[in-house]
Structures are given as structure tokens and as C-alpha cells.
């Protein structure tokens, strides 16, 4: 008689579990699927049937059962980026810490796009996205993000072993690191301006003479 929901339950007073959650499954009885699963002490299954109507519960679930990936796919769905990004990272699979975390990145180009920079920027840095940090920083005119965020490339690129293009971003804010950058680049005449800049001449004196 199509009685879906008293027939679930039916099959519970059986023992007849498997049928009970496949039934409650298709014909989407979510929340008693939920609660036959914590009857019967299956979490995974019980985080499966939450994440369709409290993702929250369903994603302290699965982090609690170490399913990360299936965590950080609840979280996101709520739009806590943040922890998402925290599940995805602890993912022991590859493809699946970075399928997910390019998920997050395309939420937070939805989010930039939409102009809400400020929670996109906050996203892009948790992403150790610096580039796509900057633009967001750049388009609400904050100088002291601006500022973080071409610290935080010089930083990465001097890492790479970019030294020229590291100084050229950290000069502006940080000019004695950019004069360490230019020196492992190689590039003195550099040295020597930010030198000369700083009213330091005995140091571009040294440096010329390293140089002949």
C-alpha cells in the first residue's frame, strides 16, 4: 500500500537491517535511516543518512570515523570552508586531498565572483592560494593585506628558488630581505640600489668590490 515508512520500520523489528536502510534510502527516510544506523551502532551509514538533512552532525561523524574526504564534503556543503579545508588536508588518498581541495577553490571563485572578497580572500589564504589572496586584497583596497599577500609570494617564490621575482615582490615592505634576494639571484646592481637608496654606501662600496 506504498506504506514505505511503516514497512521500514517493519523490517527493523525483523533484524532485517540491510533491507530497512536500502528501503529508507530510495524512498528518502532520511532521518529514520539515521536512527535505525545508531541502533544498530553503524556510524558510517548513520553519517550517510545525517548528511541529508544535519551535514554538520554527518561531518563529526565521519571525522570522528577518520573519513575525511566524506567530512569535508559535509562541512562544505554548509559552506564552512575552513573546515573543509582542515578534512581534505588530512586525506591520507592523493586524488582525493586534491579533488576536494580544488572544490573549495571553486567555492571561493564562486564567492570572488560574486564580490564577496572578504570571505574569499580568507578561503584563497587558508589555500596558501597567495596570487588569487592578493586579487581579493587588491579589490577591497586593503593595504595590509596587499602588503601579507606579496610577502607571502616573495616568501613562496624565494622558496622555488625565484629569487629575483622574490625580491621584486617583498622590496616595497621588507627591503633588506629583498637585498638578501637579490644578492642569491646574483643580481648586485640591484644590491647596490636598494643600497644607495638606504644612504648605506660603505656596504655598495663592498658589494662593488665583491663584484670587481
Not at 566524506?70 to 570552508?81: I, K, M, N, R, V
Not at 573546515?83 to 582525493?96: E, H, L, P, S
Request: proline share 1%.
Amino acid at each position: 500500500t506504498k506504506a514505505y515508512k511503516h514497512l521500514i520500520i517493519a523490517y527493523e523489528k525483523q533484524g532485517l537491517y540491510s533491507k530497512a536502510l536500502s528501503l529508507a534510502d530510495e524512498k528518502q527516510y532520511y532521518e529514520l535511516g539515521a536512527k535505525i544506523c545508531l541502533h544498530i551502532n553503524d556510524l558510517k551509514q548513520a553519517a550517510y543518512f545525517y548528511s541529508f538533512f544535519d551535514a554538520i552532525h554527518a561531518a563529526k561523524l565521519y571525522r570522528d570515523l577518520y573519513c575525511y574526504y566524506e567530512a569535508g564534503y559535509c562541512y562544505l556543503t554548509t559552506f564552512d570552508a575552513l573546515n573543509a579545508i582542515d578534512m581534505f588536508r588530512r586525506c591520507t588518498d592523493k586524488a582525493q586531498r586534491i579533488h576536494g581541495l580544488k572544490e573549495v577553490s571553486d567555492y571561493a571563485l564562486v564567492l570572488y565572483f560574486t564580490k564577496s572578497y572578504e570571505s574569499a580572500f580568507r578561503i584563497f589564504l587558508a589555500l596558501d592560494d597567495y596570487y588569487s589572496a592578493l586579487e581579493c586584497a587588491e579589490r577591497m583596497k586593503e593595504d595590509k593585506l596587499i602588503a601579507s599577500c606579496r610577502l607571502l609570494i616573495g616568501y613562496e617564490e624565494a622558496e622555488k628558488c625565484h629569487y629575483h621575482f622574490a625580491a621584486q615582490c617583498v622590496e616595497p615592505f621588507a627591503p633588506k630581505k629583498a637585498l638578501s634576494y637579490y644578492a642569491k639571484a646574483g643580481d648586485y646592481k640591484e644590491q647596490i640600489r636598494l643600497l644607495l637608496e638606504s644612504n648605506a654606501y660603505e656596504k655598495a662600496i663592498q658589494v662593488c668590490l665583491i663584484h670587481n
